[in-house]
């Protein structure tokens, strides 16, 4: 089963403009991250944001997260035609530091983003 | 520095039938993951390799099995290939055991069961 659900499951914007994507979750965990697949190929890494982080940058890309409401969201700035993909995000449940190895994935938001 | 890698891309095969999936982690890992990605299911936890020894396994059936060599390259086998069994299988490498470890994954082997 799939303990991460995104929102909105599908996003049409123009170039230039900004997206962002929800997650929620349900048990504790050690971090959560941030994958990119693009036409059904291979993930790619995007942020990893831990437990004990509220707020996460790299380059156009924010990540936040909020323990107490379990649930993070991506910010992608000034998006670009090339940003068009699935995103995922992904918890690595556990605490402490132990970690069992699973990310548990949510269904994903299939982002468009028109020239 | 070469990424994850798995072979074959595509695989057909039969219902019935068994499927050997491979994959060669980043250079330094030590730890290899395998997800199914099926339509309408997302990704699922499979499988997860450490130091050549299962550490923890995904809610599927034994016919899903695999094993880790000595260097640190992995194998998963699908034994007695049901229709379901087609997906995008996707294999991932980490440097260790770690929470802090991000998971590298690889282009997938898709396998289609006719």
């Known amino acids: 089963s799939q303990q991460g659900e995104e929102d909105p499951q599908a996003l049409s914007i123009q170039e230039g403009e900004n997206a962002t994507m929800n997650c929620s979750y349900k048990t504790s965990i050690n971090n959560l991250q941030w994958y990119r697949q693009n036409s059904g190929r291979g993930l790619v890494h995007l942020i990893l944001i831990r437990s004990n982080e509220r707020e996460k940058h790299s380059g156009r890309l924010r990540v936040t997260l909020d323990t107490s409401k379990k649930s993070s969201s991506l910010l992608i700035t000034a998006s670009r035609a090339a940003d068009t993909a699935s995103y995922f995000c992904?918890?690595?449940?556990?605490?402490?530091?132990?970690?069992?190895?699973?990310?548990?994935f949510g269904q994903g938001t299939i982002l468009t983003v028109h020239p | 520095e070469a990424g994850v890698t798995q072979s074959p891309t595509h695989l057909i095969k039969t219902r019935g039938q068994q499927a050997t999936l491979r994959c060669s982690p980043i250079?330094?890992?030590?730890?290899v993951y395998w997800y199914q990605q099926a339509l309408g299911l997302g990704l699922q936890f499979l499988l997860w390799y450490d130091e050549g020894e299962e550490r923890n396994r995904g809610n599927f059936p034994p016919r899903f099995s695999g094993r880790q060599f000595p260097n640190y390259s992995s194998e998963l086998n699908v034994n007695a290939l049901e229709l379901e069994d087609s997906a995008l299988y996707l294999c991932a490498s980490s440097l260790g055991r770690l929470a802090k470890n991000i998971q590298y994954f690889g282009a997938g082997t898709r396998l289609s069961v006719l």
């Open positions: 992904a918890t690595d449940e556990g605490a402490g530091g132990t970690s069992y190895g699973k990310l548990t």
């Open positions: 250079s330094g890992h030590t730890s």
